[in-house]
């Protein structure tokens, strides 16, 4: 298996464990962060999560669409050190409109069915991060970027 190849299975199989991320966004240079749950797409360039337009975080997406995701499967252990996974996507984030959002909803629902009123409640911003790199980091320093965008 190339690498490339293994690095994406190390990202979909942390993808398919956990439902949360932490989102950076910012504001005059000031980082905000939030728990989001999220989805990825098959192909890995796009990361989806729902919030609501009236909230602060899509005012600075509004006006900032940079973000940084970060998705990990640490246990709060020391064994953490050793064993941890932790993946941060950069890229930029828009909210989906027009016919894809049904599609990528669909999506979003198959991993959230709990959120579904949440989420498709007409306050609700559908998002979607088009991820420019990924930044993988394990046993501890152990990091590799895996560039999704040419």
């Given amino acids: 298996m190339k690498d490339t ?4 299975k190390v990202i979909k199989d942390l993808f398919t464990l956990e439902k949360l991320a932490v989102i950076a966004t910012q504001k005059d240079g000031q980082p905000f962060t939030n728990l989001v749950a999220f989805v990825a797409t098959d192909d890995l360039k796009h990361l989806l999560f729902v919030t609501n337009r009236a909230t602060r975080k899509y005012a600075r997406l509004m006006v900032d669409p940079r973000v940084s995701m970060m998705i990990d499967n640490r246990q ?10 932790a993946v941060a996507a ?6 989906v409109k027009g016919p894809e959002r049904a599609d990528l909803m669909k999506l979003y629902l198959s991993k959230h069915p709990h959120l579904k009123a949440f989420a498709t409640a007409p306050t609700c ?9 990924y930044d993988i980091v394990r046993r501890f320093q152990n990091v590799v970027d895996l560039w999704m965008t040419p």
Wanted: glycine letters at 4%.
């Fill in 90 to 95: 950069l890229g930029k984030a828009a909210e």
């Fill in 125 to 133: 911003a559908l998002i979607k991060l088009k991820v420019d790199r």
């Fill in 76 to 85: 709060n252990q020391a064994s953490d050190f050793r064993d941890a996974t």
């Fill in 5 to 8: 190849e293994a690095l994406k």
